[in-house]
């Protein structure tokens, strides 16, 4: 990796236990060494951007550099998170990877033209999704000099 | 039942008030028309009853003046009077049997020039006799006489209509009479005196009451209205009483009289009943008359011309006899009305149930179709959903698999990994039914507005998409002109993709597949597909294994496979989203073949679509 890049917060937003189990082995089979940072639902995602609650320490709860997130999630879904993401100015510049299940959903969310960065179809090959991460990681997390 | 909103009741009366309405209608008409006509008939038949009556009363009067002249002309009288006085015995028998014959005078006279009685022969009830001289009166004061007298000879003198007097008080029985008399000459033409009839006035009212056919009553008035037959016996001959003078038509009935005495013949009705007036001149133009006096004694009050000798007929029908037609016919058209209304209250029951039943059968109908439609549209949607969230565990039973057979490949063994193998192998087929099954689903709920598609486009697309298949293969594809059609460019897409991507798979094993998809102008073959429109008819032939016959309509149902999985992958589900898209469509899809003779797919589709589907898609 050049030495001008920094390691960036991954912030994985999935209700689905298995999935992130899924997505977090995938990173580390790509050999990323990204911190990543999980919350499980809508109004976590929210808490941690903002800093509130159990996210108030910036040591424990970076902010984060790119944002992996799940659609359906409860409390709070990731299409209603998302459209606050980006009303919110200092966190309108994180981008945001949507991870979907299927090609219908991502048709479905571009309907709603909320500036999503990038869709990932949930893939049903871990190898796959290995490959997604670290074509992830080297698009956002290393070429792409994040704003901090 | 009232919960549909159209009771019994309310679908009775819809028909039924509007039908008692007209049949009233019709009924009232009925009514008025008939009353008006039986009033017309009234009025004919009174007008024509007084017209006869009219003629009888003259013919009378004349037949009565007749037998005065030819008394008047009696060759046995001139012969006496010329001096032979032995004819007065003949003159005397002729006048005894004329009284017998005609029994319509009641004295029979004639009085000299000084208006003595030399001849008298009274009826005496059909037993004339001839009065005996000494019983002769000289009745020269008397008005008839010194009227009668005072007339050339051949005039003839008729008396007003009255009451017989003897010795100045009104005969009783009541002799209504009417005096006629004329001058009598000697062969010289000097007067000698004049011949009087007392005409027995009762029997020109009896002819007249006998021969009068009306509804109701005949009046006989005199010039002065005065009543010489009328209703009541105590309103006649008024003018011969000092207390009955006001009984006159004109006063009882002041306003029919009113309208009679301008005219000479007319029909007047008012709340009294129907009159009907015919003047008569009863007196011809040579007589003559006098208005009579009212005590004996007495000279007559004027000399009056035949023109002023005035009666009037009237035909009364009272009110009670009009209004007992018209209430017969009320009554009789209100049994009718009665009966009409319960043969159509009958008759609009029957109907009124066939209607509400033909209604709720109808909202039965729409109900169940709307219901129908309702739970497809449910089921389709589950579908949807149920086989996306089925998905998700399958593809976690993927991944973890493919985790644990790489991962742990060593620890389990060649056995171990052929059950994974098997495992994924078989969560793999399920994924593939669980898609198939969603693009089922969405034929119906992922469904576009149609909009013209060009059918050499979609092909040509699903070509490119084939395009690794299609050279694996070394297959061949031919395409002639497709149409332009109003479709579902999305669903045509997959339509031709299932099919060509059939045929691609379904090819002999030696042989590269040859697929042609082409089109032409069809004939319509049910009524059901609209000859108003192009009805095109697209075929896609290969020449690959083709199915038997049997199969021909199996193969669109979902699940049905003729192959095995190990031959031939696929859940069976590609032929139904076919025919679903076609159906949707408005078009039919069927399918020919033989065993190893390739197969024959036929679509037809209209080029244009309906308002109505387009907005049901």
Redesign the interface.
């Known amino acids: 990796m050049p030495p001008e890049t920094e390691l960036i917060t991954i912030l994985l937003a999935d209700d689905d236990e298995?999935d992130r189990m899924?997505a977090i082995?995938a990173l580390e089979e790509a050999r990323l060494a990204n911190e990543v940072k999980v919350v499980e639902d809508g109004e976590e995602l929210m808490d941690y951007l903002h800093r509130r609650g159990q996210y108030t320490d910036p040591e424990s709860s970076p902010r984060p550099g790119l944002i992996l997130l799940d659609l359906n999630m409860p409390k709070k879904d990731g299409r209603q998170a998302l459209k606050e993401i980006k009303e919110v100015p200092g966190l309108r510049s994180i981008p945001v990877v949507v991870l979907t299940?299927?090609k219908?959903e991502e048709d479905i969310l571009r309907t709603y033209d909320l500036g999503v960065n990038s869709f990932i179809t949930?893939?049903?090959?871990?190898?796959r999704?290995t490959d997604i991460m670290k074509a992830l990681a080297l698009y956002w997390c290393s070429i792409v000099r994040l704003p901090n | 039942m009232n919960s549909r909103g159209y009771s019994l009741s309310k679908a009775f009366l819809i028909i039924f008030i509007p039908a008692a309405l007209a049949i009233a209608a019709l009924l009232m008409f009925v009514f008025f028309t008939e009353t008006a006509s039986e009033r017309e008939i009234i009025k004919r038949t009174e007008s024509s009853n007084v017209r006869m009556l009219k003629e009888i009363v003259k013919a009378d009067l004349h037949s009565a003046v007749s037998d005065l002249m030819i008394l008047a002309n009696h060759s046995g009288l001139k012969a006496f009077l010329d001096g032979d006085t032995q004819r007065i015995t003949e003159v005397a028998a002729d006048l005894t049997s004329f009284s017998r014959r005609k029994g319509s005078f009641d004295h029979i006279r004639y009085l000299d020039e000084t208006g003595m009685e030399v001849l008298r022969v009274n009826y005496n009830n059909g037993s004339p006799i001839l009065v005996p001289k000494d019983k002769l009166q000289n009745k020269g004061e008397r008005y008839y006489f010194l009227d009668s007298f005072g007339l050339s000879p051949g005039e003839v003198f008729v008396s007003p209509f009255d009451l017989n007097i003897e010795r100045g008080q009104i005969e009783q029985p009541l002799k209504p009479m009417i005096r006629l008399g004329t001058p009598v000459t000697d062969s010289t033409g000097v007067k000698r005196g004049i011949v009087l009839l007392n005409y027995q006035g009762q029997k020109l009212i009896n002819s007249i009451t006998q021969a009068h056919q009306g509804l109701g009553n005949i009046l006989l008035l005199n010039g002065n209205g005065y009543f010489l037959s009328g209703l009541d016996p105590a309103d006649e001959w008024g003018f011969m009483y000092e207390d009955r003078r006001n009984i006159r038509f004109d006063t009882l009935y002041p306003a029919a009289a009113e309208n009679w005495q301008a005219n000479d013949f007319t029909t007047w009705s008012d709340q009294n009943g129907m009159f009907t007036f015919n003047r008569i001149h009863p007196v011809s133009e040579a007589d003559r008359t006098s208005s009579g006096a009212s005590n004996a004694y007495e000279p007559s009050q004027s000399s009056v011309d035949a023109k002023d000798y005035v009666w009037t007929l009237v035909g009364f029908v009272p009110d009670d006899i009009l209004s007992a037609g018209v209430n017969r016919l009320a009554v009789k058209l209100a049994q009718v009305y009665s009966l009409l209304m319960l043969i159509t209250a009958t008759g609009v029951w029957f109907l009124a149930k066939a209607r509400k039943a033909s209604i709720d059968d109808r909202t039965t109908l729409e109900q169940t179709a709307s219901e129908l439609s309702r739970s497809n549209k449910e089921l389709e949607e589950f579908a949807y959903i149920a086989s996306?969230d089925l998905?998700?565990p399958l593809?976690?039973v993927?991944?973890?698999g493919?985790?644990l057979e790489?991962k742990y490949q060593n620890e389990l063994g060649d056995r171990g990994r052929d059950y994974i193998r098997r495992m994924r192998s078989a969560a793999t087929r399920m994924?593939t039914l669980i898609n198939d099954l969603l693009d089922y689903s969405r034929v119906n709920t992922?469904a576009q507005p149609f909009t013209p598609t060009d059918l050499t486009k979609v092909v040509n697309e699903v070509l490119e998409d084939l395009e690794t298949r299609t050279s694996e293969v070394k297959a061949k594809v031919e395409i002639s002109d497709l149409p332009i059609i109003d479709a579902d460019p999305l669903q045509m897409r997959q339509l031709f993709q299932n099919l060509i991507g059939n045929a691609l798979k379904f090819h002999k094993p030696e042989e590269p597949p040859v697929v042609k998809v082409s089109s032409s102008k069809a004939e319509p073959k049910s009524p059901s597909e609209r000859i108003d429109d192009i009805l095109n008819e697209i075929i896609i032939e290969d020449n690959g294994i083709g199915f038997d016959r049997a199969y021909s309509e199996r193969i669109f149902g979902t699940f049905q496979r003729l192959h095995g999985r190990k031959d031939y992958e696929g859940a069976g589900i590609g032929l139904s989203v076919c025919r679903k898209i076609v159906s949707r469509h408005g078009g039919t899809i069927t399918a020919e073949s033989e065993p190893e003779k390739g197969a024959k797919f036929t679509i037809r589709l209209l080029t244009r679509q309906s308002e109505e589907i387009n907005r049901a898609a």
Request: no cysteine; glycine share 0%.
């Open positions: 298995e899924l082995e299940t299927s219908a949930k893939p049903v090959s871990f190898d999704l | 996306h998905q998700e593809r976690k993927l991944v973890f493919e985790r790489t994924q992922k």
